[in-house]
């Protein structure tokens, strides 16, 4: 017995499919074949009904009302295959003639509703199919004739057909199912192929692609599918050990200067100032590692979509305003000017607190990156349903062959360029994967040493 996988599995719906049909086109076909021999039997009755009437004349003066001479000799003289009965009666029910074949039988003489009507019947235990037509003279029924025909070949005929259906639709289906399975087999070649390339790939072997099928159909679709999805599983994996990567020289730096600050203070005795001066730099490397550590959360937390987001009306030119006034210290300190036209009250539906994140770490980078007495300039405006939100700087810029890498975490346009800028290159990065999360539409317009403008567009 078969076991039941795949390939059985599709060879055993197509013979049941199969089968299903040729029973459907066996049942036409029979009884397309049991009209056409019932219609032929009905008609050769017929012709002998209408033969016989025709020979048939009435003597008014004797007993026996038809002469029956004439169809004697001619039944004696025609060669039938299928062999007709013929028999007449009187009107009192008395035999008048029959042909000899039917020796000492009698056709059966039913009620008169069935007059001019086919009845199937038995004769000598044999089916027949017979008529009783009564004659008439002068609209006065004076007798009757019987027509029957033996149907012992169209029983034949059709018992026949029933056994080689039944003989050959297991054989034709048992045929038919090893084809099947050989087609099935080689048509699904190419999920074998999956398995097996499946089979090879672990976490450390993420290379392995599955070859495509010649042919562009669902196994195709499928493989191509298949392989994309190692691509993404692939690049994420690399990201992640990047990300790892980054992380821990990230951490590592503040904690190394942490600890050197550190030992460099118990080698000998301080004065007070220097003691208070290393403890301040020591608390500005533990601040920095702190909001180094809080940006690493909040990107994790967001890259698996923990966070569930709270939908409500977010105001923006409120909302800009408070991020400003938080960063005011620092822009002071830069002497940098801010400019911002608010036309009208606009306001979105979204998560505000995500929001906020995402403007606040834009401007933060703005002050950063600004130089000293620059300008920053943010404007809100209103195209249809969409509402955009630009800041620019004045700054120092980005290069063109940065602009691709810099939403990556960690990666910083040329640092040591500008080494009194510190920054973790986590900002860009987290402003990202909350557009994507909130489907904020976000822009980057940059040229080096002339400045840079940040495009949000809400939906």
Not at 274 to 290: A, F, P, Q
Not at 335 to 353: A, Q
Request: glycine content about 4%.
């Amino acid at each position: 017995m078969f076991s039941f996988s795949f390939k059985n599995r599709i060879a055993f719906h197509y013979i049941i499919s199969t089968g299903l049909l040729i029973s459907v086109v066996f049942f036409v076909i029979y009884n397309i074949i049991n009209h056409s021999v019932n219609a032929h039997i009905n008609d050769d009755i017929m012709d002998e009904v209408a033969k016989h009437l025709k020979e048939i004349e009435i003597d008014h003066n004797n007993t026996y009302l038809i002469q029956v001479d004439q169809w004697r000799a001619r039944e004696h003289n025609t060669v039938n295959v299928n062999p007709v009965f013929v028999q007449f009666f009187d009107i009192n029910n008395q035999l008048i003639d029959k042909s000899p074949n039917l020796k000492g039988l009698q056709l059966k003489k039913y009620d008169a509703t069935l007059n001019n009507k086919f009845i199937d019947t038995y004769l000598n235990k044999k089916p027949i199919r017979q008529i009783q037509v009564p004659l008439l003279d002068k609209n006065k029924v004076i007798g009757f004739l019987f027509i029957a025909m033996s149907l012992d070949d169209a029983t034949m005929i059709l018992e026949n057909l029933q056994d080689t259906f039944l003989i050959a639709l297991p054989l034709i289906l048992f045929v038919l199912f090893l084809i099947a399975r050989l087609i099935a087999g080689r048509s699904i070649k190419p999920v074998t192929l999956i398995t097996e390339t499946s089979s090879r790939i672990t976490k450390d072997n993420l290379k392995e692609r599955i070859d495509l099928p010649q042919n562009k159909d669902e196994l195709y679709v499928l493989s191509k599918t298949i392989n994309d999805l190692l691509d993404r599983i692939e690049n994420a994996v690399e990201r992640e050990k990047q990300f790892t990567s980054d992380a821990s020289h990230e951490l590592r730096t503040p904690l190394t200067v942490l600890k050197g600050t550190l030992e460099v203070l118990i080698r000998k005795p301080r004065t007070q100032e220097e003691y208070e001066d290393k403890i301040k730099y020591g608390i500005s490397e533990v601040n920095r590692l702190n909001n180094l550590v809080d940006q690493l959360l909040l990107l994790a937390r967001f890259e698996n979509q923990i966070q569930s987001l709270k939908t409500e009306k977010v105001y923006l030119n409120a909302l800009i305003l408070d991020i400003l006034t938080r960063y005011s210290l620092k822009m002071n300190t830069k002497k940098i000017s801010i400019n911002h036209t608010f036309s009208k009250e606009y306001y979105i539906e979204s998560d505000n607190y995500l929001v906020s994140i995402i403007i606040s770490n834009i401007i933060s980078n703005a002050i950063k990156y600004s130089n000293e007495n620059g300008e920053i300039l943010i404007t809100l405006s209103q195209k249809g349903n969409i509402t955009n939100c630009t800041i620019s700087d004045n700054g120092i810029g980005i290069k063109k062959e940065d602009l691709d890498k810099i939403l990556n975490p960690f990666y910083r346009s040329n640092p040591t360029n500008h080494p009194e800028i510190k920054g973790s290159g986590l900002g860009l990065s987290i402003v990202k994967r909350l557009s994507e999360l909130l489907d904020i539409q976000l822009e980057i317009q940059s040229d080096y040493d002339k400045g840079t403008s940040v495009i949000l567009s809400f939906y």
